[in-house]
């Protein structure tokens, strides 16, 4: 018996595995929870699918949530597959490399706009659509990094696209909330994920995490996973707007 046995769960952004959104669905799964996956495009697809099959995943589905029927497509997908479901996990996130590279006053207008648009309008554009077919008691889950708080070198404009996934994240809480549905997001210490390659220093963060921050390690995606079944699970049942830290206390610490 798991926790999450019954639960129905929606997990968006698996790249490959060693994806945050990874961890999460294989703790999810070891909970009991029955699961489904999107894919970017045909491109990813198909390293998407052998890991939809290693967890037995119920469907996969194209989500691009950059185009608008996409978000249609996906309701109705889920409509017909489950009917109902009770948790969505959104671990989506992009920023174009150019605007990671360079000082953040040369962010570009469009950079902005699609850093923006992906990583955080995506969150309201899915509870948009999906909101009618989540259940009493459901959560919604985002990740979120501390670079949304304090400024992290090199983060640049994600920070600001993480910042508005925050706000967005407590916002939400306060619709959803009559319906009896929670939402929280995880702040995750650096990982070694496909995603935060493109972010310059990431060996650094490492380092200054394993000697600063009070457990001495830097965490796994199995960490973030348990703190997400938590999250999906009714033990958090009084938990919503609020950003679950799980980054072995680094955020904790002065660097000074």
């Given at each position: 018996?798991?926790i999450l046995?019954?639960?129905?769960v ?6 490959n ?5 990874w961890g999460?669905a294989r703790?999810?799964?070891a909970?009991?929870a029955?699961?489904a ?5 045909d ?5 998407v699918?052998p890991l939809?099959e290693e ?6 589905f194209e ?19 489950w009917?109902k ?17 360079s000082?953040f ?12 648009d992906?990583?955080?309008f995506?969150l ?31 983060y ?14 407590r ?12 939402v929280?997001a ?8 496909l ?21 001495k ?7 973030v996973g ?9 033990l ?21």
């Amino acid at each position: 018996m798991g926790i999450l046995d019954g639960k129905k769960v929606l997990i968006l952004g698996v790249a490959n595995e060693r994806s945050i959104a990874w961890g999460i669905a294989r703790a999810m799964k070891a909970q009991g929870a029955s699961l489904a996956m999107s894919y970017l495009n045909d491109k990813l697809k198909d390293r998407v699918i052998p890991l939809a099959e290693e967890v037995g995943a119920d469907f996969t589905f194209e989500l691009d949530v950059t185009i608008d029927e996409h978000y249609e497509n996906l309701k109705k997908t889920v409509e017909e597959k489950w009917g109902k479901f009770d948790v969505l996990v959104h671990s989506l996130a992009f920023a174009d490399k150019n605007d990671l590279k360079s000082n953040f006053t040369n962010t570009s207008r469009e950079g902005f706009k699609l850093a923006c648009d992906i990583s955080a309008f995506s969150l309201i554009g899915l509870c948009q659509h999906l909101r009618s077919l989540m259940n009493e008691g459901g959560s919604v889950i985002s990740m979120t990094y501390h670079g949304a708080q304090q400024v992290v070198p090199g983060y640049n404009v994600m920070g600001v696209a993480k910042a508005a996934l925050e706000a967005s994240s407590r916002y939400l809480a306060d619709d959803l909330g009559n319906d009896g549905i929670r939402v929280n997001a995880i702040s995750a210490g650096p990982i070694r994920t496909l995603a935060a390659s493109g972010v310059p220093g990431l060996r650094k963060m490492f380092d200054t995490v394993e000697e600063r921050a009070p457990l001495k390690r830097n965490v796994t995606t199995e960490d973030v996973g348990g703190s997400a079944v938590y999250l999906a699970s009714d033990l958090s049942s009084g938990v919503s707007g609020q950003i679950i830290y799980v980054d072995s206390g680094i955020s904790t610490i002065a660097c000074v």
